[in-house]
T-cell receptor, first 114, second 111 residues
């Protein structure tokens, strides 16, 4: 069964450094998402991406964040100048087109900013 | 007011019990409703997906949507220790791509 994959599974970085989180969505999916989940808290929407551009973003997704689909398979989240409060699980999700299609999540990347 | 409200629990039940998990929401535009299961330190896994009001059954799981009350439920029959996880409700409307999540309910099924 096809699935969303994410790399790395864990990332430790120093405050102020840049990190890139990678996702490979399910191959026939057209909508891509990034979510964040701080330990013990709810899943928070960051951004959705369709047709090579951002379609929606939350207040969390400020200038520190960017997304890119550099090729036909990868979908990346870049966090510039990481802060301690960026420590969280980051989940990628994807779905096909159509209103009745739901999204499928990857296993997540655990980011720790020291 | 939060878009989606969900009692975080924790909820602890004996094996074999019927579990009822609930979410309320404020946005009447929501049409698509989902339940995800999340094991510790893992990604959410889709359990049930329903459109508009009504019931949907899949094995031991039943999802109910009552749009008039803006209330959705997930019932788990004959609960098993392997059902111990956090259950997230999520929903979306017909416009936009954003999905709105509840905070999740932590469930423990005791053998």
């Amino acid at each position: 069964e096809p699935e969303v994959t994410q790399t790395p599974s864990h990332q430790v970085t120093q405050m102020g450094q840049e990190v890139i989180l990678r996702c490979v969505p399910i191959s026939n999916h057209l909508y891509f998402y990034w979510y964040r989940q701080i330990l013990g808290q709810k899943v928070e929407f960051l951004v959705s991406f369709y047709n090579n551009e951002i379609s929606e973003k939350s207040e969390i997704f400020d200038d520190q964040f960017s997304v890119e689909r550099p090729d036909g398979s990868n979908f990346t989240l870049k966090i510039r100048s990481t802060k301690l409060e960026d420590s969280a699980m980051y989940f990628c999700a994807s779905r096909t087109s159509g209103l009745q299609e739901t999204q499928y999540f990857g296993p997540g990347t655990r980011l720790l900013v020291l | 007011q939060k878009e989606v409200e969900q009692d975080p629990g924790p909820l602890s039940v004996p094996e074999g019990a019927i579990v009822s998990l609930n979410c309320t929401y404020s946005n009447s535009a929501f049409q698509y409703f989902m339940w995800y299961r999340q094991y510790s330190r893992k990604g959410p896994e889709l359990l049930m997906y329903t459109y508009s009001s009504g019931n949907k059954e899949d094995g031991r799981f039943t999802a109910q949507v009552d749009k008039s009350s803006k209330y959705i439920s997930l019932f788990i029959r004959d609960s098993q220790p392997s059902d111990s996880a956090t259950y997230l409700c999520a929903m979306r409307g017909t416009a936009g791509n954003q999905f709105y999540f509840g905070t999740g309910t932590s469930l423990t099924v005791i053998p």
